[in-house]
């Protein structure tokens, strides 16, 4: 008897509204493949490490090494007042510097950017948006230590986006009022790298990166990824 099978987009935690699915599983080349529907030409001067339980994850060297899509190519990655998700396993190493993790974003410009920065462990989203004062707003949360794998989940909906860490919910700070929505944004997606392609270079592991546009994730949708996938990070 044949076993019936679930189409990666037919899985309810993924969906229409699944933008971008990186797994970063390849390897071999600087071509990253988007498994979500768009299917995003996503290019890389990347290293690859493959983890004890044999998954394979992007390693980033923290001075040259990042990935990016082309403005043209990831349209749909440009967000302004619709919900969004973002979620992906980080293990990062200590710097002076933010280091991005994933952002189309301009700063004071336009667009969205999330960044941890190691000094005083702290995951960041911020919005930008030249049209109104101040000209970027943002939240972050705390306890983001180096050297350890971490599932991080972003939910946007309205002006407190929620920020999980292993699929628990964390305590947020925001500016006052909340952010804004960004400005429309016409730029290339960035991972782990500035705007710029010259600055704040993300330094260690990435895995399983995703994003979705239009929806906000439950927090029980957070738990069920962190349940699912810590196999591959949690020995």
């Known amino acids: 008897m044949a076993i019936a099978t679930v189409g990666y987009d037919k899985k309810a935690i993924h969906g229409d509204s699944l933008l971008l699915s990186l797994p970063f599983r390849e390897q071999i080349q600087a071509v990253l493949g988007d498994r979500a529907k768009p299917h995003h030409p996503v290019l890389g001067n990347i290293s690859w490490a493959t983890l004890p339980s044999g998954l394979g994850v992007l390693s980033l060297d923290g001075a040259t090494e990042y990935a990016d899509c082309l403005a043209v190519n990831c349209a749909d990655l440009d967000f302004t007042t619709e919900d969004y998700s973002i979620v992906g396993w980080i293990n ?32 960041s989203l911020r919005h930008h948006h030249a049209s109104l004062v101040p000209a970027r707003t943002g939240c972050y949360s705390e306890g983001w230590t180096t050297g350890a794998w971490h599932l991080f989940g972003i939910s946007r909906s309205g002006a407190y986006p929620l920020m999980y860490r292993n699929g628990e ?62 196999h591959w990070f949690v020995s």
């Open 92 to 123: 990062y190493q200590a710097s002076m510097q933010s280091q991005i993790v994933v952002g189309r974003y301009g700063v004071d410009l336009d667009g969205w950017e999330v960044y941890l920065y190691s000094v005083n462990n702290t995951l």
């Open 169 to 230: 919910e964390l305590e947020m700070a925001y500016t006052v009022g909340g952010l804004s929505d960004p400005d429309a944004c016409n730029r290339d997606l960035v991972i782990g790298v500035r705007y710029t392609k010259n600055a704040d270079w993300y330094k260690g592991c990435l895995a399983l990166l995703r994003i979705w546009g239009g929806r906000a994730l439950e927090p029980w949708e957070h738990k069920q990824i962190y349940e699912m996938e810590r």
